[in-house]
């Protein structure tokens, strides 16, 4: 979710700014580009050098030591996907709530437009102080947002309200805030990816040319969408998204058990898998010689998953995919229906390995969409969205 993302990272001066070491590793962790903008008396807290080695990139202090480039303030704010301010001190929260730019970091906030995420950390009695928490209200009106404080041990030695947000809390936040909504939140989906393998002897196998990449998308937008997401996935090359429990598995045999080990309590079941309709009858297990000129391979089905899950529904909602050549939509219709699906997505097989992928989706009524030019990102969302409306509409029942 955070990946490739731009955080400007202002960092004020409150005894909890050595946490925040923690939380630009973490960043980076996650593939954000991160930049650092001290206060002047953050740095006598934390050194700066941390944050520059801990980013990767040069910490912001004074805007006048820019020279190469001409407008800082507005360079950096433009970058910016989000702004998050931690910790944030009871006196930059002033300085914001009154307009006041009289440094680098209160200066990005005024030039910058993007989403912005504040963390105060300070004594109790100043945070219940009324003039801050006015400060706090203006802030709110600006459309900043907020995490913590939390009730905890502070610097003083009370415990009280005034503690920073965790990094991983902080970090939570931010991809709420940087995710297009959260209609999933509360549901556990399962899905499915990637092709299998049917093994002949201990090096050949049978397969087929799906990448996982359907898959794995979808899990991704599923999970930025607040679902708890299972990702049973064949052998692929590609690394599982962030924040989603993936299992691995190689035939269809174990993409099956594993699926009726998962499927419990899940509102929803997408089998973007390109499971192998048959395995070799037979596992060799020494190495086959090439001592005949024609070798007869016998191929036993596998078990339909599809058909299993939509056989004992018990209400989850149930998305096939079918990868077609020719006759799309007649053939994928004639599935949802055979399979007891809630809704089949029909694409050709030309969408093996690519990013991009046309897609027509049917639902049990016999609506038929179709998407054309479309990213793969965006068919999932599109697909998780037509799986958030029936499993919330259920939880509602
Ligand atoms: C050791 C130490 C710790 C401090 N911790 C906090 C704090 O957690 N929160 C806060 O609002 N102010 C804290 N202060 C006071 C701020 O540093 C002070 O108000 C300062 O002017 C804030 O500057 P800045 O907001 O530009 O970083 C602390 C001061 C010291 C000396």
């Known amino acids: ?12 001066g409150g005894i909890a700014a050595y946490k925040t070491c923690t939380l630009v590793s973490h960043l980076k962790d996650r593939g954000a580009n991160v930049y650092v903008i001290m206060t ?10 941390i944050f520059r080695s801990l980013s990767g990139n040069p910490t912001i202090i004074d805007l006048f030591d820019y020279r190469h480039i001409t407008l800082p303030h507005i360079a950096l704010s433009e970058m910016a996907d989000i702004l998050v301010i931690a910790p944030c001190t009871a006196n930059v929260i002033g300085k914001i709530a009154q307009g006041i730019a009289d440094d680098a970091l209160t200066t990005v906030v005024l030039a910058s437009t993007a989403k912005k995420l504040v963390a105060p950390a300070m004594n109790c009695n100043m945070w219940r102080n009324t003039v801050v928490q006015e400060n706090v209200e203006k802030l709110k009106e600006m459309r900043f947002e907020f995490v913590g404080p939390e009730i905890g041990k502070l610097a003083c030695g009370d415990i009280d309200i005034g503690r920073m947000s965790e990094p ?25 990816a990637g092709g299998t393998r049917e093994q002949i002897d ?23 969408r607040g679902a708890e997401v299972t990702l049973i996935s064949g052998p692929c090359s590609l690394t599982p998204p962030e924040g989603v429990k993936t299992i691995m598995v190689e035939s269809a045999q174990e993409m099956h058990d594993e699926v009726a080990v998962h499927r419990e309590g899940k509102k929803a079941i997408i089998m973007a ?7 070799p009858s037979i596992t060799f297990w020494q190495k086959l010689k090439k001592d005949s000129n024609n070798f007869t391979l016998e191929l036993s089905k596998t078990s339909d998953i599809l058909a299993e899950l939509g056989r004992n529904k018990n209400g989850t909602f149930l998305v096939g995919f079918a990868a077609e050549s020719n006759d799309h939509i007649s053939n994928a219709k004639e599935k949802l229906e055979k399979k007891n699906l ?24 016999g609506k038929i969409e179709t998407l054309t030019k479309f990213s793969k ?13 029936r499993p919330l509409k259920l939880s509602t029942e």
């Open 1 to 12: 979710m955070l990946k490739g993302k731009t955080v400007l990272l202002g960092v004020s």
């Open 168 to 192: 991983n809390s902080i970090i939570e936040k931010i991809n709420e805030i940087l995710s297009p909504t959260q209609d999933l939140r509360g549901l556990s989906i399962l899905i499915t």
């Open 342 to 365: 809630d809704i089949i997505v029909a694409n050709d097989i030309s969408a093996f390995e690519q990013d991009d992928s046309e897609a027509t989706i049917i639902n049990k009524s």
């Open 377 to 389: 990102k965006e068919i999932a969302h599109r697909i998780n969205v037509k799986a958030a409306e």
């Open 273 to 279: 898998a390109a499971v192998a309709d048959y395995r």
């Open 202 to 224: 201990p090096v050949r196998f049978i397969s087929n040319r799906s990448s996982g990449k359907m898959g794995y998308t979808l899990a991704e937008a599923a999970v930025s």
């Open 40 to 49: 002047k008396e953050a740095v006598k807290l934390v050194s700066p050098h």
